[in-house]
């Protein structure tokens, strides 16, 4: 096995002071900039666009965030070894959900322009869509889904610094610590698959699906949970991908990893496609009048009809068809571009979800302020990333399925 010095001042180098000084001042130069175009945007003549594009951005950035946390679960449940240079990466964007937690309770300002049943209530929908109990239950069902994700990653973490601070013979030597948060870790973490998929459809139902509240489908929920978490794998491809590219971590990440996120990655490809399809399956072949107009005005419509298009075949068709292929699975240029167009074609498929129930325009209501007010989504989620991986080990140095990994790893004279 590597030696413990070497494999610990690998884990702990993220980027150049200078580099992350860079990286710094543009992710918060992202995050101001975006700022001031939503504010600028509820403030100006058309708040609805800057509410609905804020709307679009919080459930997929939301999502995403955790959907790699519920990879590095998924790692912790099957006790999987092959992901395990991956875990850290997968719990960094999770640092993101306290903020997102804060952007919630944002919403709830715009709640005149996003939720048309409060100036339209339907009756016999009044017990479930009033604003008092939708933000109150969203509400709680995040905080409880954030906290154990944190939990999660402070677990995850903490043994890690604690094996650094105590050094690793003396750790191994005593492991009651190592194994109280390994036995934590196999506790939330099949709570947390539960709380994901239960809370992300809530969430599903009511920030999207209530925006046309005559139109209902029960795979929604699913729809949305198993999205995010295609999203979330797709974005922790892109940082493995940076991290064997500009951190020296080739000796712990390796094109197999990829090979097998790819894997994941198409089998979430096709479930996606999937759920999608059997909602508007059961709609078409059940003879549903009343639920056809969702359908219609996102495939039908003259302003909706091309991008519905669009973002079937950029979020689906192409990765599917790419993700066929073994060859290109195995490189991770090809993987980290592949993954882009994931993520652009899953954004646009939220906006697609989103934006129809609330624009009454003409035109495909996307331009600058659009532009700006996502740029600074991302740069939120870049600089929690970026913090959190500066200031912790990117790899899970005290995990023992880590140290299982490298000596196999070693064993098969992978590096």
């Not at 933000?135 to 604690?162: E, Q």
């Not at 029960?218 to 493995?240: D, K």
């Amino acid at each position: 096995m590597l030696q413990m010095d070497e494999l610990v001042r690998k884990s702990m180098i993220v980027v150049s002071p200078r580099s992350r000084r860079s990286l710094f001042i543009l992710f918060s130069g992202m995050i101001m900039v975006g700022a001031a175009a939503f504010v600028t945007g509820i403030v100006g003549p058309e708040p609805a666009r800057a509410w609905q594009i804020y709307l679009v951005n919080f459930v997929f950035w939301t999502g995403l965030s955790f959907g790699t946390v519920l990879f590095s679960a998924i790692l912790t449940i099957t006790n999987a070894r092959w992901g395990r240079p991956l875990k850290r990466l997968a719990e960094a964007p999770g640092t993101f959900l306290p903020i997102s937690l804060g952007m919630f309770l944002v919403i709830y300002w715009g709640r005149e322009n996003i939720f048309h049943w409060i100036h339209e209530p339907i009756p016999e929908k009044a017990a479930w869509l009033n604003i008092p109990f939708l933000f109150a239950r969203d509400g709680l069902g995040l905080v409880v889904l954030t906290t154990v994700s944190l939990a999660i990653i402070y677990c995850s973490v903490k043994r890690d610094t604690d094996a650094m601070a105590a050094g690793f013979e003396a750790n191994l030597e005593n492991p009651e610590k190592a194994t109280k948060y390994e036995n934590a870790l196999k506790l939330l973490s099949p709570v947390y698959g539960i709380l994901y998929a239960l809370i992300l459809s809530l969430i599903a139902f009511d920030l999207i699906m209530s925006l046309s509240p005559h139109w209902y489908s029960s795979l929604f929920g699913a729809a949305y949970f198993i999205g995010s978490l295609y999203t979330g794998l797709a974005a922790l491809m892109i940082l493995a991908g940076l991290a064997l590219r500009k951190l020296d971590l080739g000796q712990y990440i390796h094109p197999r990893q990829f090979h097998d996120l790819g894997k994941l990655t198409l089998g979430f490809c096709l479930m996606t496609g999937d759920f999608f399809f059997t909602q508007f399956f059961v709609i078409w072949y059940g003879n549903l009048p009343e639920e056809t107009r969702f359908v219609i005005l996102r495939t039908k419509s003259f302003t909706w009809e091309p991008f519905a298009w669009t973002v079937l075949i950029i979020s689906f068709v192409i990765p599917f068809a790419v993700l066929l292929s073994r060859k290109v699975k195995m490189k991770p240029l090809a993987m980290m571009a592949l993954s882009g167009l994931i993520l652009a074609g899953m954004w646009m498929e939220r906006f697609l979800l989103v934006v129809p129930s609330l624009w009454k325009g003409e035109n495909i209501p996307f331009g600058i302020s659009e532009i700006l007010i996502t740029a600074g989504f991302f740069g939120t989620i870049a600089l929690c990333v970026l913090m959190f991986l500066q200031k912790f080990p990117i790899l899970p140095v005290a995990d023992p399925l880590f140290r299982e990994y490298l000596a196999t790893a070693r064993d098969r004279n992978r590096w």
